[in-house]
């Protein structure tokens, strides 16, 4: 481009922002995060040992067995415990599987 007085000179094209400098996602939420619901614990009927009475009917699983906790290291993780024994039945809806409880 030439100006008035005789030299050239090159147009600026309008500066960006660097990638980085971008707008960031919000942070999704974990979904071990727990939101402001309230829910009503029921009360499990137990013997006079304290322990549950089973089988115990908890929505559409019924607890055979609530097995053993074992402190070896393949039994457990910093946030699960998977107790030896543990038995669970599931009842489905039988329009929609070949199965039946």
């Known amino acids: 481009m030439i100006d008035n007085s005789g ?3 090159r147009a600026v094209a309008p500066s960006r922002a ?3 400098q971008r707008l960031a ?3 999704r939420l974990k979904a071990h995060t727990v ?3 309230s829910h009503s614990i ?3 009927p137990r013997d006079k040992k304290g322990k549950p009475l089973l089988p ?3 929505g559409i699983m019924t607890v055979i067995n609530l097995g ?3 402190k070896r290291e393949h039994f457990h993780t910093e946030r699960y415990i998977f107790p030896v024994g543990y038995e669970v039945t599931r009842c489905v809806d039988p329009a929609f599987h ?3 409880c």
């Open 7 to 9: 030299t050239t000179s």
């Open 18 to 20: 660097p990638e980085n």
């Open 25 to 27: 996602k919000p942070k």
């Open 35 to 37: 939101l402001s619901k």
């Open 42 to 44: 029921p009360v499990v």
């Open 56 to 58: 115990l009917n908890v």
């Open 68 to 70: 053993e906790v074992c």
């Open 98 to 100: 070949s199965l039946r």
